[in-house]
């Protein structure tokens, strides 16, 4: 095996339980009892990037709940990564089925169980120890790094979206790597490069007036049902 795989291999343990001690943390972004989780969540992220070895790690305020902003910028003339995920989850009710407690880490077979175990923080922390990995064995990283870790990506992303149009300088990089995705199986990873987006909408169609009697004018004057099914169709 080369160093890195052999650091890899030798701190396996110890990584599994920096991710549950994250995971443990029930950083609800949509349940306001949950708020000194939320900043509690984003503090684990950044002890994370302080231990990586990164020269900035720290919380920045808004005006929900705080984002992760961390950068390693000791790559002169190298490209700059920018890596983005999430520490916040989604509820979990019903609880009553789950089969283990939502917030308590389980292991089954090869899966580990908890909410938030890949919605976001597995993926992120994955990200977080492949960078440990490769500062402590090369004592450097081949690229610039930026990494921002929001924590409202389940509640609307409001804070992330004001932070990215009021300081884009802060933000500029050569590519952006987002940390909150999937892979179709455990020995097939996958690299997503796109993600398709949401949008709501609120579509009005008016029609007659008044009342009009089915048997006297159905199929001659307008009915904004069939109008609206047009819209929709395209």
């Known amino acids: 095996m080369t160093k890195l795989e052999t650091y890899i291999t030798e701190n396996e343990g ?22 000194t ?21 720290e919380l920045i305020q808004t005006m929900r709940n ?10 002169p003339g190298k490209p700059t990564l920018l890596i983005y995920g999430h520490y916040d989850v989604q509820p979990v009710d019903p609880v009553e089925l789950w089969n283990t407690p939502p917030f308590e880490p ?15 923080k597995g993926q992120t922390m994955l990200v977080f120890k492949a960078l440990e990995s490769l500062m402590t064995v090369n004592g450097t990283l081949p690229v610039n790094v930026k990494v921002l870790i929001e924590g409202e990506e389940e509640a609307g992303g409001e804070s992330i979206e004001h932070y990215v149009s009021t300081y884009p300088e802060r933000l500029q990089c050569d590519a952006a790597f987002v940390c ?24 009005e169609v008016r029609g007659a ?8 004018f159905g199929g001659v004057a307008p009915n904004p049902l069939h109008s609206l099914a047009i819209i929709i169709a395209g």
């Open 209 to 216: 007036k008044r009342d009009l009697h089915s048997g006297e």
């Open 180 to 203: 909150d995705t999937g892979m179709p199986a455990k020995d097939i990873p996958a690299l997503i490069y796109g993600l398709r987006g949401i949008i709501y909408t609120e579509v």
């Open 37 to 57: 989780d939320i900043r509690r969540a984003a503090e684990y992220a950044v002890e994370q990037l302080k231990h990586i070895g990164f020269e900035r790690a």
């Open 106 to 120: 389980t292991i089954r077979g090869d899966n580990l169980y908890c909410r938030g175990a890949c919605d976001d």
């Open 14 to 35: 110890r990584f599994l339980e920096d991710l549950k001690g994250w995971l443990r943390i029930p950083s609800i972004s949509t349940l306001p009892e949950h708020v």
């Open 66 to 75: 705080p984002l992760v902003y961390g950068e390693w910028l000791k790559a």
